[in-house]
Protein backbone atom coordinates (compact mmCIF):
# COMPACT_ATOMS: atom_id res chain seq x y z
CA UNK A 1 0.00 0.00 0.00
CA UNK A 2 1.51 3.64 -0.95
CA UNK A 3 2.27 5.95 1.57
CA UNK A 4 2.05 9.69 1.37
CA UNK A 5 4.80 11.59 1.78
CA UNK A 6 5.13 15.75 2.60
CA UNK A 7 6.48 16.36 -1.10
CA UNK A 8 3.82 14.86 -2.37
CA UNK A 9 1.06 16.53 -0.19
CA UNK A 10 2.34 19.52 -1.11
CA UNK A 11 2.46 18.61 -4.85
CA UNK A 12 -0.93 17.90 -5.21
CA UNK A 13 -2.21 20.99 -3.62
CA UNK A 14 -1.92 24.62 -5.34
CA UNK A 15 -0.73 27.79 -4.14
CA UNK A 16 -4.16 29.34 -2.52
CA UNK A 17 -7.23 28.08 -1.47
CA UNK A 18 -8.66 25.54 -3.59
CA UNK A 19 -12.10 23.67 -3.42
CA UNK A 20 -11.97 19.92 -2.14
CA UNK A 21 -13.64 18.57 -5.24
CA UNK A 22 -10.67 19.51 -6.94
CA UNK A 23 -8.85 18.48 -4.45
CA UNK A 24 -9.96 15.04 -4.20
CA UNK A 25 -9.85 14.90 -7.70
CA UNK A 26 -5.91 15.33 -7.64
CA UNK A 27 -5.50 12.82 -4.98
CA UNK A 28 -8.05 10.37 -7.02
CA UNK A 29 -5.95 10.58 -9.96
CA UNK A 30 -2.44 10.35 -8.58
CA UNK A 31 -3.97 7.18 -6.53
CA UNK A 32 -5.36 5.45 -9.96
CA UNK A 33 -1.44 6.43 -11.73
CA UNK A 34 0.26 4.77 -8.86
CA UNK A 35 2.98 6.68 -9.95
CA UNK A 36 3.71 8.52 -6.45
CA UNK A 37 8.03 9.53 -6.59
CA UNK A 38 8.57 9.26 -2.36
CA UNK A 39 12.27 10.47 -3.42
CA UNK A 40 10.85 14.28 -4.57
CA UNK A 41 12.97 16.29 -2.81
CA UNK A 42 10.61 18.75 0.02
CA UNK A 43 11.07 22.40 -1.01
CA UNK A 44 13.37 24.66 0.88
CA UNK A 45 10.91 27.49 0.51
CA UNK A 46 10.12 28.24 3.88
CA UNK A 47 6.42 29.19 2.46
CA UNK A 48 5.48 25.75 1.69
CA UNK A 49 8.08 23.79 4.69
CA UNK A 50 6.69 25.61 7.26
CA UNK A 51 3.01 24.44 6.75
CA UNK A 52 1.12 23.29 9.81
CA UNK A 53 -1.07 19.75 9.01
CA UNK A 54 -4.72 19.61 10.07
CA UNK A 55 -5.84 15.15 9.80
CA UNK A 56 -9.66 15.49 10.44
CA UNK A 57 -10.09 18.32 12.35
CA UNK A 58 -7.19 17.60 14.48
CA UNK A 59 -3.57 19.20 14.07
CA UNK A 60 -0.81 17.04 13.84
CA UNK A 61 3.00 17.64 13.29
CA UNK A 62 4.51 16.59 9.65
CA UNK A 63 6.01 13.42 10.68
CA UNK A 64 2.15 12.13 11.50
CA UNK A 65 0.63 13.93 8.41
CA UNK A 66 3.90 11.83 6.18
CA UNK A 67 1.96 7.98 7.84
CA UNK A 68 -1.03 8.90 6.44
CA UNK A 69 -1.67 5.70 3.14
CA UNK A 70 -2.71 7.80 -0.11
CA UNK A 71 -5.79 5.10 -0.66
CA UNK A 72 -7.15 6.60 2.73
CA UNK A 73 -7.11 10.36 1.66
CA UNK A 74 -10.55 11.82 0.48
CA UNK A 75 -9.72 15.66 -0.42
CA UNK A 76 -6.67 17.71 1.12
CA UNK A 77 -6.85 21.44 0.62
CA UNK A 78 -3.97 24.21 1.22
CA UNK A 79 -5.09 27.30 2.34
CA UNK A 80 -2.69 30.72 2.29
CA UNK A 81 -1.87 34.27 3.25
CA UNK A 82 -4.88 35.85 5.46
CA UNK A 83 -7.53 33.54 4.86
CA UNK A 84 -4.83 30.96 6.77
CA UNK A 85 -4.97 33.13 9.45
CA UNK A 86 -8.55 33.61 9.76
CA UNK A 87 -9.49 30.26 9.78
CA UNK A 88 -6.53 28.73 11.86
CA UNK A 89 -4.37 31.36 13.83
CA UNK A 90 -1.59 33.60 13.57
CA UNK A 91 0.42 29.82 13.68
CA UNK A 92 -0.96 29.07 10.31
CA UNK A 93 1.26 32.44 8.93
CA UNK A 94 3.07 30.05 6.21
CA UNK A 95 0.10 28.23 5.56
CA UNK A 96 -2.05 24.81 6.01
CA UNK A 97 -2.34 21.49 4.33
CA UNK A 98 -6.14 20.09 5.75
CA UNK A 99 -6.54 16.60 4.98
CA UNK A 100 -9.91 14.69 5.30
CA UNK A 101 -9.54 10.83 5.37
CA UNK A 102 -12.31 8.66 3.96
CA UNK A 103 -12.26 6.26 7.45
CA UNK A 104 -12.27 8.65 9.96
CA UNK A 105 -14.95 7.69 12.83
CA UNK A 106 -17.45 10.61 13.27
CA UNK A 107 -18.66 8.77 16.81
CA UNK A 108 -15.70 7.59 17.60
CA UNK A 109 -13.15 11.04 17.13
CA UNK A 110 -10.40 9.60 18.38
CA UNK A 111 -7.59 12.18 17.59
CA UNK A 112 -4.50 11.45 15.39
CA UNK A 113 -2.05 12.04 17.91
CA UNK A 114 1.28 13.72 17.16
CA UNK A 115 4.86 11.96 17.20
CA UNK A 116 6.76 15.01 18.74
CA UNK A 117 8.32 14.60 21.93
CA UNK A 118 7.34 16.39 25.38
CA UNK A 119 7.99 19.87 25.76
CA UNK A 120 8.88 21.77 28.27
CA UNK A 121 7.76 25.06 29.46
CA UNK A 122 9.34 27.66 32.10
CA UNK A 123 7.92 28.60 35.00
CA UNK A 124 8.09 31.64 37.83
CA UNK A 125 7.20 31.18 41.11
CA UNK A 126 5.21 33.88 42.37
CA UNK A 127 5.09 32.76 45.81
CA UNK A 128 1.98 31.20 45.38
CA UNK A 129 1.05 27.74 45.90
CA UNK A 130 1.80 26.10 42.40
CA UNK A 131 4.34 27.57 39.95
CA UNK A 132 2.74 29.48 36.85
CA UNK A 133 4.25 28.89 33.17
CA UNK A 134 5.48 32.16 31.51
CA UNK A 135 3.67 31.03 28.22
CA UNK A 136 0.82 29.42 26.70
CA UNK A 137 0.64 25.78 25.62
CA UNK A 138 1.71 25.69 22.04
CA UNK A 139 3.36 29.35 22.72
CA UNK A 140 7.15 30.10 22.81
CA UNK A 141 6.61 33.71 24.10
CA UNK A 142 4.66 34.95 26.75
CA UNK A 143 2.70 37.50 24.34
CA UNK A 144 2.20 34.51 21.84
CA UNK A 145 -1.41 32.97 22.10
CA UNK A 146 -0.32 29.38 21.65
CA UNK A 147 -2.88 26.79 20.95
CA UNK A 148 -6.62 26.62 21.52
CA UNK A 149 -8.29 23.40 23.09
CA UNK A 150 -12.25 22.45 23.99
CA UNK A 151 -12.07 21.38 27.16
CA UNK A 152 -10.49 17.86 27.82
CA UNK A 153 -9.06 17.63 24.50
CA UNK A 154 -5.85 17.37 23.91
CA UNK A 155 -5.48 18.50 20.29
CA UNK A 156 -6.12 21.72 18.42
CA UNK A 157 -8.43 21.69 15.76
CA UNK A 158 -9.67 23.36 12.87
CA UNK A 159 -13.07 23.30 13.97
CA UNK A 160 -14.79 23.78 17.73
CA UNK A 161 -18.23 22.43 17.94
CA UNK A 162 -20.26 19.55 19.14
CA UNK A 163 -20.52 17.49 16.81
CA UNK A 164 -16.73 16.53 17.12
CA UNK A 165 -16.49 17.30 20.60
CA UNK A 166 -14.68 13.88 22.39
CA UNK A 167 -16.28 13.73 24.93
CA UNK A 168 -20.07 14.06 23.44
CA UNK A 169 -21.69 11.77 21.09
CA UNK A 170 -22.59 15.22 19.00
CA UNK A 171 -24.66 16.96 20.98
CA UNK A 172 -24.70 19.77 24.81
CA UNK A 173 -27.13 16.70 25.68
CA UNK A 174 -25.17 13.81 24.68
CA UNK A 175 -22.19 13.85 27.17
CA UNK A 176 -20.41 10.96 27.66
CA UNK A 177 -17.91 12.45 30.27
CA UNK A 178 -17.97 15.15 32.78
CA UNK A 179 -20.94 14.74 33.24
CA UNK A 180 -23.57 15.20 36.81
CA UNK A 181 -26.90 16.08 35.07
CA UNK A 182 -28.70 12.84 33.40
CA UNK A 183 -30.56 15.14 30.92
CA UNK A 184 -27.07 16.14 29.33
CA UNK A 185 -25.92 12.65 29.62
CA UNK A 186 -26.04 10.20 26.56
CA UNK A 187 -28.84 7.82 27.51
CA UNK A 188 -28.89 9.43 30.70
CA UNK A 189 -25.38 8.99 31.62
CA UNK A 190 -23.40 10.75 34.59
CA UNK A 191 -20.23 10.22 36.23
CA UNK A 192 -19.94 12.95 38.62
CA UNK A 193 -16.78 14.23 37.77
CA UNK A 194 -15.91 17.62 38.89
CA UNK A 195 -12.38 18.14 37.63
CA UNK A 196 -10.13 16.69 35.09
CA UNK A 197 -8.68 13.53 34.19
CA UNK A 198 -4.96 13.29 34.07
CA UNK A 199 -5.55 11.75 30.31
CA UNK A 200 -7.57 14.49 29.47
CA UNK A 201 -5.54 17.24 30.88
CA UNK A 202 -3.45 18.03 27.96
CA UNK A 203 -0.79 20.26 30.24
CA UNK A 204 0.00 16.82 31.76
CA UNK A 205 -0.32 14.58 28.29
CA UNK A 206 2.33 17.59 26.43
CA UNK A 207 4.40 18.76 28.84
CA UNK A 208 5.07 15.67 31.48
CA UNK A 209 5.24 15.51 35.14
CA UNK A 210 4.39 18.10 37.41
CA UNK A 211 2.56 20.01 35.29
CA UNK A 212 -1.19 20.65 34.47
CA UNK A 213 -3.89 22.75 33.97
CA UNK A 214 -4.81 25.18 36.96
CA UNK A 215 -8.35 24.95 38.87
CA UNK A 216 -10.45 27.47 40.10
CA UNK A 217 -8.86 27.71 43.57
CA UNK A 218 -5.38 28.37 41.78
CA UNK A 219 -6.93 31.04 39.34
CA UNK A 220 -8.57 32.40 42.63
CA UNK A 221 -5.37 32.71 44.25
CA UNK A 222 -3.64 34.56 41.29
CA UNK A 223 -6.32 37.10 40.91
CA UNK A 224 -6.20 37.92 44.85
CA UNK A 225 -2.36 37.41 45.49
CA UNK A 226 -1.25 39.47 42.55
CA UNK A 227 -1.49 43.17 40.86
CA UNK A 228 -3.23 43.14 37.61
CA UNK A 229 -2.18 45.99 35.22
CA UNK A 230 -3.86 46.03 31.07
CA UNK A 231 -0.27 46.41 29.18
CA UNK A 232 1.28 45.82 25.73
CA UNK A 233 3.90 43.24 25.09
CA UNK A 234 5.32 43.54 21.73
CA UNK A 235 2.21 45.23 20.23
CA UNK A 236 -0.62 42.79 22.12
CA UNK A 237 -3.31 43.16 24.78
CA UNK A 238 -3.07 41.53 27.74
CA UNK A 239 -2.58 41.68 31.52
CA UNK A 240 0.96 41.97 33.54
CA UNK A 241 0.51 39.99 36.19
CA UNK A 242 2.73 40.78 39.52
CA UNK A 243 3.24 39.13 42.51
CA UNK A 244 2.39 40.83 45.81
CA UNK A 245 3.57 38.05 48.11
CA UNK A 246 6.41 39.50 49.85
CA UNK A 247 10.01 38.22 48.66
CA UNK A 248 8.68 37.79 45.19
CA UNK A 249 7.61 41.10 44.17
CA UNK A 250 9.83 41.66 41.23
CA UNK A 251 8.21 38.50 39.54
CA UNK A 252 5.81 38.24 36.99
CA UNK A 253 3.61 36.52 34.50
CA UNK A 254 2.18 38.01 31.05
CA UNK A 255 -1.49 36.96 29.96
CA UNK A 256 -2.02 37.86 26.58
CA UNK A 257 -5.97 38.55 25.28
CA UNK A 258 -6.63 35.65 23.24
CA UNK A 259 -9.62 35.81 22.20
CA UNK A 260 -11.99 32.62 21.91
CA UNK A 261 -12.42 29.97 19.07
CA UNK A 262 -16.04 28.59 18.33
CA UNK A 263 -16.37 27.00 14.65
CA UNK A 264 -13.83 28.08 12.43
CA UNK A 265 -14.07 31.43 14.17
CA UNK A 266 -11.18 33.55 16.19
CA UNK A 267 -13.13 36.20 18.10
CA UNK A 268 -12.19 38.76 20.86
CA UNK A 269 -8.72 38.64 20.23
CA UNK A 270 -7.03 41.75 21.37
CA UNK A 271 -9.79 42.28 23.03
CA UNK A 272 -10.68 39.77 25.84
CA UNK A 273 -8.89 36.66 27.35
CA UNK A 274 -10.51 33.41 28.17
CA UNK A 275 -8.21 30.58 30.04
CA UNK A 276 -9.46 27.20 30.75
CA UNK A 277 -9.65 25.80 34.37
CA UNK A 278 -9.56 22.40 35.09
CA UNK A 279 -12.94 22.46 37.21
CA UNK A 280 -16.42 21.65 36.12
CA UNK A 281 -19.01 24.09 36.31
CA UNK A 282 -21.39 24.17 39.28
CA UNK A 283 -24.36 26.03 37.08
CA UNK A 284 -23.91 24.82 33.87
CA UNK A 285 -23.79 21.02 33.23
CA UNK A 286 -22.45 21.50 29.73
CA UNK A 287 -19.34 24.19 31.10
CA UNK A 288 -16.37 24.14 32.40
CA UNK A 289 -14.85 27.62 34.55
CA UNK A 290 -12.59 29.53 33.04
CA UNK A 291 -10.41 32.77 33.94
CA UNK A 292 -12.08 35.79 31.85
CA UNK A 293 -9.74 38.97 31.50
CA UNK A 294 -10.89 42.03 29.97
CA UNK A 295 -9.51 45.49 30.45
CA UNK A 296 -10.33 46.72 33.71
CA UNK A 297 -12.10 43.32 34.62
CA UNK A 298 -11.03 39.94 35.96
CA UNK A 299 -13.55 37.29 36.92
CA UNK A 300 -14.16 33.69 36.92
CA UNK A 301 -17.20 32.29 34.29
CA UNK A 302 -19.12 29.19 34.61
CA UNK A 303 -20.72 28.92 31.46
CA UNK A 304 -17.53 28.12 29.20
CA UNK A 305 -19.42 25.38 26.67
CA UNK A 306 -17.05 22.72 26.68
CA UNK A 307 -16.95 22.53 23.16
CA UNK A 308 -15.11 25.90 22.73
CA UNK A 309 -11.77 26.45 22.47
CA UNK A 310 -9.76 28.27 24.63
CA UNK A 311 -5.83 29.00 25.73
CA UNK A 312 -4.34 26.94 28.54
CA UNK A 313 -1.71 28.87 30.92
CA UNK A 314 -0.29 25.56 32.71
CA UNK A 315 0.75 25.61 36.34
CA UNK A 316 3.53 23.45 37.82
CA UNK A 317 3.31 21.75 41.39
CA UNK A 318 6.06 22.17 43.83
Known amino acids: MLTIFLSVLLAAAPNTVGTTAARADTVKN ?15 NPAETDFIFYVDEVRVDKETAKKIKLIDIKTITTVRDQAAID ?3 PDAINGVVDIKTKNWNKD ?12 S ?15 NIGAERPEEYGDYYSWGEIEP ?5 WDNYIHSNGSNKKLTKYCSDSSY ?6 DNKTSLDPEDDVAHIKLGKGWRIPTREEFEELMQNCTWTWNTLNGVNGYLVTSNK ?12 SGLRSLSNL ?3 GQYGFYWSTTTSNNFPDSAVSLYIFYGQLSIIESSAYCQGQCIRPVHTK
Do not use: H, M
Open 157 to 161: KRSYA
Open 267 to 269: FFV
Open 185 to 190: GDKGFT
Open 108 to 119: NKQPVISNSSKK
Open 87 to 89: LYG
Open 246 to 257: SGYTDRSIFLPA
Open 30 to 44: ISAGGNVNTDVAVTN
Open 121 to 135: LEYVDLGLSVNWATC
